[in-house]
Protein backbone atom coordinates (compact mmCIF):
# COMPACT_ATOMS: atom_id res chain seq x y z
CA UNK A 1 0.00 0.00 0.00
CA UNK A 2 1.34 4.01 -0.99
CA UNK A 3 -0.41 5.19 1.66
CA UNK A 4 1.52 8.79 0.75
CA UNK A 5 -0.04 8.79 -3.07
CA UNK A 6 -3.35 8.01 -1.70
CA UNK A 7 -3.58 10.66 0.78
CA UNK A 8 -3.56 8.56 3.83
CA UNK A 9 -1.29 9.86 6.97
CA UNK A 10 1.39 7.83 8.30
CA UNK A 11 4.66 7.76 10.49
CA UNK A 12 7.82 6.35 8.98
CA UNK A 13 10.14 5.05 12.15
CA UNK A 14 13.89 4.42 10.45
CA UNK A 15 14.42 0.63 12.95
CA UNK A 16 18.06 1.10 11.99
CA UNK A 17 18.54 4.31 13.49
CA UNK A 18 16.32 4.17 16.22
CA UNK A 19 16.66 1.53 19.19
CA UNK A 20 13.36 2.75 21.08
CA UNK A 21 11.53 2.01 17.60
CA UNK A 22 13.33 -1.33 16.77
CA UNK A 23 12.18 -2.86 20.09
CA UNK A 24 8.34 -1.50 19.58
CA UNK A 25 8.55 -2.78 16.19
CA UNK A 26 9.60 -6.32 17.33
CA UNK A 27 6.75 -6.00 20.15
CA UNK A 28 4.22 -5.49 17.30
CA UNK A 29 5.48 -7.66 15.52
CA UNK A 30 6.06 -10.80 18.12
CA UNK A 31 10.14 -10.55 16.92
CA UNK A 32 9.62 -11.28 13.23
CA UNK A 33 11.63 -8.91 11.45
CA UNK A 34 9.62 -8.77 7.77
CA UNK A 35 8.19 -5.28 6.67
CA UNK A 36 6.33 -3.46 6.40
CA UNK A 37 4.70 -3.59 9.83
CA UNK A 38 1.53 -1.37 9.34
CA UNK A 39 -0.28 -0.96 12.65
CA UNK A 40 -3.59 0.52 11.92
CA UNK A 41 -6.29 1.15 15.03
CA UNK A 42 -4.77 -1.66 16.88
CA UNK A 43 -4.72 -4.12 14.25
CA UNK A 44 -1.07 -5.79 12.93
CA UNK A 45 -0.37 -6.19 9.55
CA UNK A 46 2.98 -7.82 8.65
CA UNK A 47 4.74 -7.90 5.04
CA UNK A 48 3.61 -7.11 1.67
CA UNK A 49 0.62 -8.25 1.08
CA UNK A 50 -0.22 -8.94 4.72
CA UNK A 51 0.72 -12.34 5.53
Given at each position: ???G?????F??????????A?????D???????????????R??L?F??T
Open positions: MDFKRGIGEYHDVRKDAEMRRFLYSLGDRRVPLIVEDGVTGGG
